[in-house]
């Protein structure tokens, strides 16, 4: 596609639940960002992707998150059992990677934990 | 560690008037530094950026100038439209790596 594509655009689950959401770069682009964006902490870096490898996962909040990316391309972040202050908008970038190169957002995934 | 703090919003200007979002960063080294803009219901985009020290981004009548001796990257626009209405974020990636760190995000409102 044109540009970053996330699904899915909003998601509701109920306290306790896993959920899945999936981010599917600009093709060619071997680096891919989630960042979260909730009222309360602004906008933060969750992890970083190089290729399939993650060399950088500080910003994740607790062992509760993870997130893999296979073939170089599509990345699936992972809450389990989650809590109400997971809600947020889920944003992903990708770029072509090397630290001069532009993200480019996705529309993000706005998650509601009830 | 690095971080990245700007001024409150909203920002309420009538069309035409002058615009200044101020921006200060914390970092070691040699950051880069960049404006974001989400305007109502799209996805962040980048407005600008600069590398180095005394660098101007510039982009649809939007400047910011890499000020390291004050820490700066304020955005100005000489003449804001109704059409700049959006949230804008200051980031910073700092030297070595390749996450970005923003600001709050300051709301512009623009009436005619």
């Known amino acids: 596609g044109a540009g970053v594509s996330q699904s899915p655009s909003n998601k509701v689950t109920e306290k306790g639940k896993d959920v899945e959401l999936r981010c599917d770069p600009i093709?060619?682009?071997?680096?891919l960002y989630w960042y979260r964006q909730s009222l309360g902490q602004g906008l933060e870096f969750l992890i970083y992707?190089?290729?399939?490898?993650?060399?950088?996962k500080s910003g994740l909040p607790s062992d509760r998150f993870s997130a893999e990316r296979t073939g170089g391309s599509v990345s699936t972040l992972t809450i389990q059992r989650t809590q109400q202050e997971d809600s947020a908008v889920y944003l992903c970038?990708?770029?072509?990677?090397?630290?001069?190169?532009?993200?480019?957002f996705g529309p993000g995934t706005r998650l509601t934990v009830l | 560690g690095n971080s990245v703090t700007q001024m409150e919003g909203p920002v309420t200007l009538s069309e035409e008037a002058f615009l200044t979002i101020n921006c200060t960063y914390t970092a070691t080294g040699y950051p880069s530094l960049f404006w974001y803009v989400q305007y109502p219901g799209e996805g962040l985009q980048l407005l600008l950026k600069?590398?180095?020290?005394?660098d101007k981004g510039s982009n649809k009548g939007f400047e910011a100038t890499y000020r390291k001796e004050t820490t700066s990257f304020h955005l100005e626009k000489g003449s804001v439209q109704v059409s700049d209405s959006a949230v804008y974020f200051c980031a910073l990636r700092g030297q070595g790596t390749d996450k970005l760190i923003f600001g709050t995000g300051t709301r512009l409102q623009v009436f005619p």
């Open positions: 992707f190089q290729g399939n490898s993650a060399p950088d």
């Open positions: 600069a590398t180095k020290a005394d």
């Open positions: 970038a990708s770029s072509w990677g090397g630290q001069g190169n532009e993200q480019f």
């Open positions: 093709s060619g682009h071997t680096a």
